[in-house]
């Protein structure tokens, strides 16, 4: 399990017996926050700053814990911020100020000048915020008691988060063949990804993956298929177009664990030696939390293997799709996405089927897939784009609904949505925006989840929902 390491700060003018007390609110309090986050993170508490040494010492080890994401920090007293210069400036995992008491309410009978001077974060967390704030460091501050809902939830959203972007510092996604030819959304800065992500994106010739398919043995094959018997319907007799398939995920797990890759890319314009375009073996993949772009989109691949992380210990679905067609029905607009084939299972609202259809499309044999109507609730719909000088995140909330009608002849799992505020200036705003094709929705996630990560990640990020207006759309144009 990761951690988040507990840095509570003051100074040495205050004496023993204050800095004891500060060392046991902190202890109890990191006790209490680890008993309603347990599930979730560990936090961890690390010396009290009295100083500048104390403070760099906590910081590089911080710096050096592969299991820590994140720092949370509170000043149970005054703690002067230059103590916290050198120490913040080697930090470079996300960081929680949380401006919070020991204390709930004041104790007015018995309040001293001692009481005033153990418990003033007002003070110091002010003298401490202006420091972040001067040195231009991302990091997010919830306020409050530290026992109250609100703030557990704030806490909780950011230990998420942090656990996130410690993936994210760890990508690596292997792009079988390039950027899908002409296509523009897809294609941007690698060099780019990896300084402000740290994903590491690198090319793979796909023979050698190929290499793998051609000498896995019968019971390698003969396990992957009893997976997907266990897992979903058989609703084709054509079983060995499925055991090609599963072959490949066979084989995708192979490369994926010596490369130490955690995503992947595909196109189907690239795929030399292979029958079939990977369906249903990259489907099931992301059903384990493996990053998938199609068309060489290294960038959704990577993106959703993050937010699947984000989403690990929450109720709902997650996952990469493509924009696809509408249903322009005034006022009763609604999207249907869906992919060629490659739509996780996580959106499956019944027991997916696996069928053989023609892919239509590259020229290959007839692929095997999972196909499924979609699950429906609030959710979003959020992608990420090269702008050249910059990344921009942008975030709609949907609907996520029922189709209306069967679709017997569309042979691709599908999860159908109504945008907000309303079609005309969702889709618009989206327009403007530069949104690509190629996302991810979820309904276990929400905008605040994306706004914590863009803030850490210094990304440009728009929302678009049902506060977004007519008037709003060109300031989306930049
Ligand atoms: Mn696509």
Redesign the pocket.
Known sequence: MEKLYFIVGSQDLYGEECLKQVAADAKEMVDFLNSKLGDVINIELLPTVENSEICVENMKKALCDEECVGVITWMHTFSPAKMWIKGLQILNKPLLHLHTQANERLPYDAIDMDFMNLNQAAHGDREYGFILARLGIPHEVVAGYYKHDNVIAGIRRFAEVSKAIGLSKHMRVATFGNNMRDVAVTDGNRLGCEIQYGWEIKYYGIGELAEIVDNLTDSEIDAKMDEYKSKYTMATDREDVVREQAAYEVALEKFLDKYGAKAYTDTFQNLYGLNQLPGIASQNLMDKGIGFG??GDYKISAFSAVLMKMSENRDGATGFI?DYTYDLEPGKELELAS?MLEVPPAFAANKPEIQVHPLDIGGKSDPARLVFDGVTGDGIQVTLIDMGDHFRIICADIELVNQPEAMPNLPVARIMYRHKPDFAIGTAAWCYAGGA??SVVSTALNRDDIAMFARLTGTELICIGDDTTQADLQKFFM
């Open positions: 199609p068309e493509e992919h094709h190629h």
